[in-house]
């Protein structure tokens, strides 16, 4: 079974406006942590912001925001005010407490910003 | 403080050989992951080091194999390569907790023919 699941393969946005990137998962653990990454085209997985499954309050890092709705099992991410900069395929990954302390990552998103 | 390094950053093999990834994390950091990145099957979890041990592996064939160093620094070695061992290979490596977060080398593009 998927644990986790992207659905956007493609998504567009115009340069300044915000965009959501969506992302669910599953797991049977308590304790799990969720990741976003970015890959620009160079392969380079650069690390974008942390959530852990008992942080109450949504995870922030610059522009970048993390919408955590844990009864629904999904972990947005929203980037506000887009840059050029910010085309690039996006991962969710997530890391479970058992198990092997391995990131899982979804299938990605392909972020295509246009001036 | 440095970032995780990776070399060489290209490589390109025939059927049959074998090749070694080298990688060095972040000073401080102890846990070393190797990841497999294919456009068909996407980012997979090789195996990780920590201390100079191999405390996970994921569902690779035993052609595959790592090792890490006193120094943290990790090699994996792919033996008889095949065609669809052409992929990115990206290392990462972390503090030792649950929580703490991966940090990715620039990857190594290997190439099979």
């Known amino acids: 079974a998927q644990k986790i699941t992207q659905t956007q393969p493609g998504m567009f946005v115009q340069e300044k406006e915000a965009v959501t990137l969506d992302c669910t998962y599953d797991?049977?653990?308590?304790?799990?942590?969720l990741f976003w990454y970015k890959q620009p085209s160079s392969g380079e997985m650069i690390f974008l912001i942390y959530?852990?499954?008992?942080?109450?309050q949504n995870a922030t890092e610059g522009r970048y925001s993390l919408n955590f709705q844990k009864a629904r099992k999904s972990a947005n991410l929203v980037i506000s005010a887009s840059q050029l900069g910010d085309s690039a395929m996006y991962f969710c990954a997530m890391k479970e407490v058992r198990g092997r302390r391995a990131l899982t990552f979804g299938s990605g998103t392909r972020l295509q910003v246009q001036p | 403080k440095a970032g995780v390094t990776q070399t060489p950053r290209y490589l390109i093999k025939t059927r049959g050989q074998q090749v070694t990834l080298s990688c060095s994390p972040i000073?401080?950091?102890?846990?070393v992951s190797w990841y497999q990145q294919t456009p068909g099957q996407g980012l997979q979890f090789l195996f990780e080091y920590f201390s100079e041990t191999q405390r996970n592996k994921g569902n690779f064939p035993g052609r595959f194999s790592g090792r890490q160093f006193s120094n943290s620094r990790s090699e994996m070695n792919v033996s008889t390569l095949e065609l669809g061992d052409s992929a990115l290979y990206l290392c990462?490596?972390?503090?030792?907790?649950?929580?703490?977060?991966?940090?990715f080398g620039p990857g190594t593009r290997l190439l099979v023919l």
């Open positions: 990462a490596s972390s503090l030792d907790s649950i929580q703490e977060t991966q940090y």
């Open positions: 797991t049977s653990d308590q304790s799990y942590g």
């Open positions: 000073s401080g950091h102890r846990s």
């Open positions: 959530q852990g499954s008992y942080d109450e």
